[in-house]
T-cell receptor, first 111, second 120 residues
Framework: SQQGEEDPQALSIQEGENATMNCSYK?????LQWYRQNSGRGLVHLIL?????REKHSGRLRVTLDTSKKSSSLLITASRAADTASYFC???????????FGAGTRLAVHP | GAGVSQSPRYKVAKRGQDVALRCDPI?????LFWYQQALGQGPEFLTY????????KSGLPSDRFFAERPEGSVSTLKIQRTQQEDSAVYLC??????????????????FGEGSRLTVL
């Protein structure tokens, strides 16, 4: 069974716009990670945020974590067509990288 | 190698056939994970190896699924008497740190591109 849900399931935007994806989860966590998956490819790690952190940045990515609401968000600023992919949040309850993934958000960025 | 390599990339099997899926992790990576990803879903944990030891196999869906990593490097996921519900992408991931060192969430997983299994 999967830990949580991403919202929205699908998102379609124009290049240059920002994309925001949300993730909710059910149990307490050690950390939460975001991964990207291009169609037919493996997952690529984007960013990890620990349970004692509230916000983290990496390039055009901004991740927030609200443990009281058991939710996280991923913001991609100034999106590009190359950002088109599925984005998954994954929780790590025990801190051992035994990840529990959500169902993902499919992002389409149109030129 | 430069990344996690999986083979075959695509496998079509008739129901009842046995299949074997191979994973070559990044050289020197201690931890190896197998995940199953159904169409349109996120990956689900199957099993974990630390070197040659299978420390967690709680995600294997049935006793038809078997995984091994005899020399602590290459791993094989075997599915016996395949069923249609086994159709999925099987992802392998590796990490430099051991399970104990991973405590605290210090390492990222490096995923292969997966083996897509279709059972007819």
């Amino acid at each position: 069974s999967q830990q949580g849900e991403e919202d929205p399931q699908a998102l379609s935007i124009q290049e240059g716009e920002n994309a925001t994806m949300n993730c909710s989860y059910k149990t307490s966590i050690n950390n939460l990670q975001w991964y990207r998956q291009n169609s037919g490819r493996g997952l690529v790690h984007l960013i990890l945020i620990r349970s004692n952190e509230r916000e983290k940045h990496s390039g055009r990515l901004r991740v927030t974590l609200d443990t009281s609401k058991k939710s996280s968000s991923l913001l991609i600023t100034a999106s590009r067509a190359a950002d088109t992919a599925s984005y998954f949040c994954a929780t790590d309850p025990g801190g051992y990288n035994k990840l529990i993934f959500g169902a993902g958000t499919r992002l389409a960025v149109h030129p | 190698g430069a990344g996690v390599s999986q083979s075959p990339r695509y496998k079509v099997a008739k129901r009842g056939q046995d299949v074997a899926l191979r994973c070559d992790p990044i050289s020197g990576h201690v931890s190896l994970f197998w995940y199953q990803q159904a169409l349109g879903q996120g990956p689900e944990f199957l099993t974990y190896f630390q070197n040659e030891a299978q420390l967690d196999k709680s995600g294997l869906p049935s006793d038809r699924f078997f995984a091994e990593r005899p020399e602590g490097s290459v791993s094989t996921l075997k599915i016996q008497r395949t069923q249609q519900e086994d159709s999925a992408v099987y992802l392998c991931a590796s990490s430099l740190r051991s399970w104990g060192e991973l405590a605290g969430g210090t390492g990222e997983l490096f995923f292969g591109e997966g083996s897509r299994l279709t059972v007819l």
